[in-house]
């Protein structure tokens, strides 16, 4: 497997906390995509970090990109019961193609 | 308004017939592709197709047979169903040269008996 990860991972936070999921990979990767995917619904990218971005940010959230030693984060600041879905992160496989391979993900609970 | 639409969203076989996944995407893009999600598993990569030419197959399997009749489509025939082979399946496109993230569906959900 791609990623260090094998078990789905649930989190559950109250309103208001900070959360931090983390991923692993084991093999090279430019870049890496965070998607989030609610119930019944299609995954939909929040964030992505390139190989030469140590961190990016996008409102709440802000993604960490350690090449060294191959992990990932995404870090959701003041959490919001809207903000409860299951996050994945996903590494491509370079320029054969844009073939995501995807972590198992981390279910992530927001209680009022 | 959907800007990649999946048809049906639900899906009922039985063992051994054969469906066809429809994925029509009105976004503009060149590449589309196909995914598997089954219960307890990573969202799993099948194929890739830039300008109805198909790029990358990583699925094993001949019963899946991916078919683009326009630019824009990307529909997904299984042949020979099995139960193994309920899951929810999405279709994605994504614009240029594979740099930029690809957009998903809705997804078709399907359950084989």
């Known amino acids: 497997s791609q990623w260090g990860e094998e078990n789905l991972q649930a989190l559950s936070i109250q309103e208001g906390e900070d959360v931090t999921m983390n991923c692993s990979y084991k093999t090279y990767t430019t870049v890496v995509h965070w998607y989030r995917q609610d119930s019944g619904r299609g995954p939909a990218l929040i964030i992505l970090i390139r190989s030469n971005e140590r961190e990016k940010r996008s409102g709440r959230l802000r993604a960490t990109l350690d090449t060294s030693s191959q992990s990932s984060s995404l870090s959701i600041t003041a959490a919001q019961c809207e903000d409860t879905a299951v996050y994945f992160c996903a590494t491509d496989y370079g320029s054969s193609g844009n073939k995501l391979i995807f972590g198992i993900g981390t279910l992530l609970s927001v209680k009022p | 308004d959907p800007k990649i639409i999946q048809k049906p969203k639900y899906l009922v076989a039985v063992t051994g017939s054969e469906k066809i996944l429809i994925c029509e995407q009105y976004l503009g893009h060149n590449a589309m592709y196909w995914y598997r999600q089954s219960a307890k598993k990573p969202l799993e990569f099948m194929f890739s197709?830039?300008?109805?030419?198909?790029?990358d197959n990583q699925t094993a399997s001949s019963r899946f047979q991916p078919q683009s009749s326009k630019k824009n489509h990307l529909d997904l025939q299984i042949t020979a169903l099995k139960p193994d082979d309920s899951a929810t399946y999405f279709c994605?496109?994504?614009?240029?040269?594979?740099?930029?993230?690809?957009?998903f569906g809705e997804g078709t959900r399907l359950s084989v008996l």
């Open positions: 994605a496109s994504s614009q240029g040269d594979f740099n930029q993230a690809p957009l």
């Open positions: 197709y830039s300008y109805q030419k198909l790029m």
